[in-house]
């Protein structure tokens, strides 16, 4: 886990998706929520109990991508490229009470916080 990221991330343990990128002529498909549901029910079906990202605080459309699919925000991290400072927000979800992983008393979700797969959830 990016070390930067580690004190804004509640669920452990936790599975880091480190890029999701969609070639533009597939854009609107339906592929990136397809890919990110095949994703999900993975991670939750081997015992992770969130997923954390981070993206690009000027990336509109993938903040709203990633929130419309259950992503909330948790913060933001400052990093370096080429010299350059970029901004990330950084997103979790949680995978506790997903199909193949019941919830538990024990899990200390937050209350609102429960997730449902898919898009819009």
Same mark, same amino acid.
């Given at each position: 886990?990016?070390? %930067?990221? /580690?004190?804004? $991330? &509640? +669920?452990r343990?936790t !599975?880091g $998706? %480190?890029?999701?990128?969609?070639?533009?002529? +597939?854009?609107?498909?339906?592929?990136? @929520?397809d890919?990110?549901? /095949?994703? =999900? @029910?993975?991670? /939750?079906?081997?015992?992770?109990h969130?997923?954390?990202?981070a =993206?690009?605080?000027?990336? /509109?459309r993938?903040?709203? *991508?990633?929130?419309?699919?259950?992503f909330?925000e948790?913060? +933001?991290?400052? *990093?370096? !490229?080429?010299? &350059?400072?970029?901004d990330? #927000? !950084?997103?979790?979800?949680?995978?506790?009470?997903?199909?193949g992983?019941p919830? %538990?008393?024990?899990?200390? #979700?937050? %209350?609102?916080?429960?997730?449902q797969?898919?898009?819009?959830?």
């Amino acid at each position: 886990m990016d070390p %930067s990221c /580690a004190d804004q $991330i &509640r +669920h452990r343990p936790t !599975v880091g $998706i %480190s890029k999701l990128y969609v070639d533009p002529a +597939h854009l609107g498909t339906g592929v990136a @929520a397809d890919m990110l549901d /095949a994703i =999900t @029910a993975l991670c /939750a079906g081997r015992g992770a109990h969130g997923l954390w990202l981070a =993206t690009n605080v000027a990336n /509109a459309r993938a903040r709203a *991508f990633y929130v419309k699919n259950g992503f909330l925000e948790r913060g +933001h991290r400052v *990093f370096l !490229v080429g010299g &350059r400072e970029n901004d990330d #927000v !950084v997103y979790e979800k949680t995978l506790l009470g997903l199909p193949g992983r019941p919830p %538990s008393a024990s899990d200390g #979700v937050e %209350s609102g916080e429960r997730q449902q797969p898919g898009r819009g959830a």
